[in-house]
């Protein structure tokens, strides 16, 4: 079955820098776009990036030029870099891919951005 698994969540000040790292197994990870979504309390949803099978990534306007999305199709892991990072990023990240129509997450990782 599809498992995501997250880790490298954490707290930081702002300014500061995570890495966040998905895990994947159950599916033949080379050929589906992964993405990383976050939830911050009392809102929604959102999609923070995401990196398609062939290597192209996009950005939630909020974080372009400070995260980094990539995947070692070889290693079935999908990375956000997340630099300069500020309060407002604070958040539950999950990692999420739609397999066979259906939309999988992982567990969740929290990263919290405070001084």
């Known amino acids: 079955q599809v498992q995501l698994v997250e880790s490298g969540g954490g707290s930081v000040q702002p300014g500061g820098s995570l890495r966040l790292s998905c895990a994947a197994s159950g599916f033949t990870f080379r050929v589906y776009t992964m993405g990383w979504y976050r939830q911050a309390p009392g809102k929604q949803r959102e999609l923070v990036a995401a990196?398609?099978?062939?290597?192209?990534?996009r950005y939630a306007d909020s974080v372009k030029g400070r995260f980094t999305i990539s995947r070692d199709n070889a290693k079935n892991t999908v990375l956000l870099q997340m630099n300069s990072l500020r309060s407002e990023d604070t958040a539950i990240y999950y990692c999420n891919t739609n397999y066979q129509l259906t939309d999988y997450w992982g567990q969740g990782t929290q990263v919290t951005v405070s001084s």
């Open positions: 990196i398609t099978y062939g290597g192209s990534p």
